[in-house]
């Protein structure tokens, strides 16, 4: 219901634009009236998307978090407007993540209960149809306060997922993980140990994967995808110029990531989009704010059961041009 509802409101939206675009195809000559129209479009989807996905900040936000030992009963969830009582937090966005999700958690646990350090894993379930919250709090019986299950009502994207649980995480240092493995888990110390290189240990850290570039596990790929991955690396750094002037990371996709904790605090509330490109924007957020943003080289390999889609990569490229329009003409920095 509520897929369709979003559905409703943006045909009806892109329909005014469409009705926009006619009266300014009349009213002046063909060529003309193609870049106004353009130009109308581009404004107005970008005035729509920062009302659509410009959600409440974490203050006065409560999440809870659902109890491990009774499926349903809700405890209040900590604030990442409190002060740190971890060293390292832990967010997972999933959605029917049942197959992949144990063999994660299996790895970060771990890694983690071998390291001098006092952690946790927040699992943020985005509405999925399957078991995933249920192996979830199988894991949480186990591992009783360490690790924590978000569930959303409804299904907002990744980036929102990911938003939720950065709100509710009790670290110094904040880190996001794909739920399929993809990248080994112990290179979040690699993270980790630049972050605190950094001056105050304050910054952004990105897992790269542009040292696999050419190497046997891109080989793996079909000709079409790695196409694809080089022509949105070149969107991608074309955004980060057109929107702030400054050049762009090889690596902005990968799901593994390593954010201090005031970093978190500036950056998630002032985000719009919650779903492909989140990443591209927490970056660009994290420049604006005179973040430190480092790429450190991780390992990574394919796992089967992606969940991009044609449509995914359109809105992809559609969220990338929206990115460039509305940080270039300050359309979205009035929100921040």
Not at 189 to 207: D, N, R
């Amino acid at each position: 219901r509520d897929a369709r509802h979003m559905l409703k409101n943006d045909v009806m939206v892109f329909g005014a634009i469409a009705g926009l675009g006619v009266l300014a195809w009349l009213a002046w000559p063909p060529l003309a009236g193609l870049w106004v129209t353009m130009w109308i479009c581009l404004v107005v989807m970008c005035v729509h998307m920062s009302h659509k996905y410009f959600r409440q900040p974490y203050k006065g936000l409560q999440l809870q978090f659902v109890a491990p030992r009774a499926e349903g009963v809700l405890s209040p969830a900590p604030s990442i407007a409190q002060e740190a009582t971890l060293d390292l937090s832990i967010v997972v966005p999933a959605f029917n993540e049942e197959e992949r999700i144990p063999a994660m958690l299996d790895e970060c646990v771990e890694w983690l209960t071998a390291q001098n350090l006092t952690w946790e894993i927040i699992v943020v379930d985005d509405c999925s149809r399957d078991n995933t919250s249920k192996i979830v709090l199988e894991y949480a019986q186990r591992h009783m306060g360490q690790i924590n299950l978000v569930r959303l009502k409804t299904n907002g994207g990744k980036g929102f997922a990911v938003k939720q649980g950065m709100y509710c995480s009790r670290g110094a240092a904040v880190g996001m993980v794909d739920a399929d493995g993809a990248t080994r888990f112990a290179d979040i110390g690699l993270l980790h140990a630049e972050l605190q290189t950094m001056p105050k240990s304050s910054g952004v850290l990105c897992g790269s994967r542009k040292h696999l570039v050419g190497s046997e596990v891109v080989a793996k790929r079909t000709p079409l995808r790695n196409l694809l991955m080089h022509l949105f690396h070149f969107c991608v750094s074309f955004t980060f110029w057109a929107a702030n002037g400054t050049t762009g990371l090889e690596d902005t996709q990968c799901g593994f990531k390593l954010l201090s904790r005031d970093a978190v605090r500036d950056i998630f509330p002032r985000m719009h989009l919650e779903r492909w490109c989140f990443d591209v924007e927490v970056l660009l957020i994290a420049r604006q704010l005179g973040y430190p943003v480092a790429e450190v080289p991780v390992n990574w390999q394919e796992i089967p059961g992606s969940k991009l889609r044609l449509s995914g990569m359109l809105h992809m490229g559609l969220e990338l041009v929206l990115l460039c329009v509305a940080y270039r003409f300050r359309i979205w920095r009035f929100c921040l």
